[in-house]
Structure formats: structure tokens, C-alpha cells
């Protein structure tokens, strides 16, 4: 079974930090590229982030752009986004999902539970 | 590149055909693809490339358009089928999904 499991999430003061991660298992995790997405509470979805399979290539929405970082290692089958100035409005259900290939796309189709980040004081 | 979706609520019977807009602020081609969320649930792929059915999703969806404009369609509404539905658009390694379709 194709799986993408996120952990990490929390609930986190503004300006704390967190690391998500997103394990991969029941297929071959190298040659996918790996989405963020999010959701705020009672919102519509967001793109934050992709890297690509071999991780040389990551790119990001305007809205996190210097702000977050995406990560993998195909070794231990897990993606990484590390958030370090935590924000209110970050607060979110982050999914992370799959994707064959970036440059031509055919759609997030395997998505995780998501893991939710809550920012307060 | 903006996307919008229209209706933002759509209310219709079992058996109803529906059709769901989705317009793009610029060309982009065939880079759209289409997801259903339920409540409490991740979302699911339905479409890629406008009109390409993920594998396992019933046939009574379909997806058309390119440009600037693009159509979800599904033909005879099961209530498994209520749902929100957003459209996504990927081009120059930027992805956008849309506000969301509410279907009752």
C-alpha cells in the first residue's frame, strides 16, 4: 500500500519553529517528487512547497518563499519542511503528497493524513 | 496566475448532471487537475491534464476545457459524491488551487 504518513505538528508559540515530516512507504520514494500543502481551519487548500525526486530542484509559493525550507532523504524515505519564524496565520493542516514529475505533472495523487500546526500565544 | 471556481455552492438531486467552471487568469494550457475533499478527509485526485480520469475514479466524472477555461462534469450525481471540489493549476513549477466548489 502506498502510504505518505506527516508527523511533527504541534501547537507552537509565534516565532517558535517546527520541522515536519512526511515518511513515504509502499512505493519507490526516489523517483516521486513530494508537495506541502495546507489548510487552514475551515479554508480551501494551499501550495507551500515541492522538491523534486532527487531533491535538486525545490521550489515554493510567494507566500513562504524565504521562509520555509523543503528537505528530503531518499535514504531513510522522508521529506522534511522546516518552518522557523512560526506565524498565526500558518496555522494549518500541512499534507504532504506525491507527484510523478514536476515538470509535467499528473496531479498529487497519493496524500497523507496531514498534521496539524496551531500558532498561539 | 489567479484561478477562480464557480458556483461557489452547488445544491442538486441524485441523478442531476452537474457541471463545475473553473477559469484561469492566464492561458495555461492543459496544466489543470481536479480533486474532490470531504469533510474530515484528505483530498483525492479525480483529474490531470484537464481531461485524464485517475485510475479507480468513476467514469460519471469527466473533466474538459484548455486555455483559460475548464469544466468538471458529473453525470448522474451519487450522494457519495457531496463534496468540496477544487481545481489546481501547474505551470512554470508554481502550483494554485482554486476557492472550491461546494456540491450538496
Known amino acids: 500500500q502506498e502510504l505518505l504518513v506527516e508527523s511533527g505538528g504541534g501547537a507552537v508559540q509565534p516565532g517558535g519553529s517546527v520541522r515536519l515530516s512526511c515518511a513515504a512507504s509502499?512505493?519507490?520514494?526516489?523517483?516521486?517528487?513530494i508537495h506541502w500543502v495546507r489548510q487552514a481551519p475551515g479554508k480551501g487548500l494551499e501550495w507551500v512547497a515541492v522538491?523534486?525526486?532527487?531533491?535538486?530542484?525545490?521550489y515554493y509559493a510567494d507566500s513562504v518563499q524565504g521562509r520555509f525550507t523543503i528537505s528530503r532523504d531518499n535514504a531513510k524515505n522522508v521529506v522534511y519542511l522546516e518552518i522557523p519564524t512560526l506565524r498565526g496565520d500558518d496555522t494549518a493542516l500541512y499534507y504532504c503528497?506525491?507527484?510523478?514529475?514536476?515538470?509535467?505533472?499528473?496531479?498529487?495523487?497519493?496524500w497523507g493524513q496531514g498534521t496539524a500546526v496551531t500558532v498561539s500565544s | 496566475i489567479q484561478m477562480t471556481q464557480s458556483p461557489s455552492t452547488l445544491s442538486a438531486s441524485v441523478g442531476d448532471s452537474v457541471n463545475l467552471t473553473c477559469r484561469a487568469s492566464e492561458d495555461i494550457l492543459i496544466w489543470l487537475a481536479w480533486y474532490q475533499q470531504k469533510p474530515g478527509k484528505a483530498p483525492k485526485l479525480l483529474i490531470h491534464k484537464a481531461s485524464i480520469l485517475q485510475p479507480g475514479v468513476p467514469s460519471r466524472f469527466s473533466g474538459s476545457g484548455s486555455g483559460t477555461e475548464f469544466t468538471l462534469t458529473i453525470s448522474s450525481l451519487q450522494p457519495d459524491d457531496s463534496a468540496t471540489y477544487y481545481c489546481q493549476k501547474y505551470t512554470h513549477y508554481s502550483w494554485r488551487f482554486g476557492p472550491g466548489t461546494k456540491v450538496e
Open positions: 509502499g512505493f519507490i520514494f526516489s523517483r516521486y517528487a
Open positions: 522538491i523534486s525526486d532527487a531533491g535538486r530542484s525545490t
Open positions: 503528497t506525491r507527484d510523478y514529475d514536476i515538470l509535467i505533472s499528473y496531479g498529487m495523487d497519493v
